[in-house]
């Protein structure tokens, strides 16, 4: 199993562009999560899924969009970039609410 | 609103000795606990999950311990190496699993 795969690994964006961040998993889980983690800080959820079809908001959703149209595929949409977004953006994949996440390796997104 | 507190934020140690990282939460209606390990440039590891009815748990040199009423939770490494040099992330999980994280502990152990 690849486990949870993000691409890129990083980008640099100018500011008012867009980008999609991609994650896959193939470990067939129901729950995916988008977090964001700021230089020293903890991480902070975006979006969350908890089957195909179904997406909520987390805590700082402002600026992001997701779609969930496979089990498999998790994708975060940043419309308009800012310098705020500026961050390294981390997908996470679990079977069911009380077990680990599982991270992937991280896309590290420089606005300017 | 859940916080989730780290303490120290960073720590220092020669190899070999044992050591404690703390974690504290506001809001004590929580489904687990959870410790992850984050090497530099990389993602999150987990370590050691806590249901919220379990009290600890072990895994080789680390043990993590779980007070839900105080809103505490430690993490214990036993003789340390330079191997276990990262960040130590404390995690929180909330309905649905989402997890409110703390700012991490960044450990250093000297050879």
């Known amino acids: 199993n690849a486990g949870v795969t993000q691409t890129p690994k990083f980008r640099i964006l100018k500011i008012g562009q867009s980008m999609t961040l991609q994650c896959t998993q193939d470990m067939n889980h129901n729950y995916m999560y988008w977090y964001r983690q700021d230089p020293g800080m903890g991480l902070k959820l975006i979006y969350y899924?908890?089957?195909?079809?179904?997406?909520d908001k987390g805590e700082v959703p402002n600026g992001y969009n997701v779609s969930r149209s496979t089990t498999e595929d998790f994708p975060l949409r940043l419309e308009l970039a800012a310098p705020s977004q500026t961050s390294v953006y981390f997908c996470a994949s679990g079977y069911v609410g009380w077990e680990t996440q599982y991270f992937g390796p991280g896309t590290r997104l420089l606005v300017l | 609103k859940q916080e989730v507190t780290q303490i120290p934020a960073a720590l220092s140690v020669p190899e070999g000795e044992n050591l404690v990282l703390n974690c504290s939460f506001t809001d004590s209606a929580i489904y687990n606990l959870q410790w992850f390990r984050q090497d530099p440039g990389k993602g999150l590891t987990s370590l050691l999950l806590?249901?919220?009815?379990?009290r600890e748990q072990t895994s080789g040199r680390l043990n993590a311990s779980l007070d839900k009423s105080s809103g505490r939770s430690t993490l214990y490494i036993a003789a340390s190496q330079p191997g276990d040099s990262a960040t130590y992330l404390c995690?929180?999980?909330?309905?649905?699993?989402?997890?409110?994280f703390g700012a991490g502990t960044i450990l250093r152990v000297k050879s």
């Open positions: 995690a929180v999980g909330e309905y649905g699993n989402k997890l409110v």
């Open positions: 806590i249901q919220s009815s379990q």
């Open positions: 899924s908890v089957g195909a079809g179904i997406t």
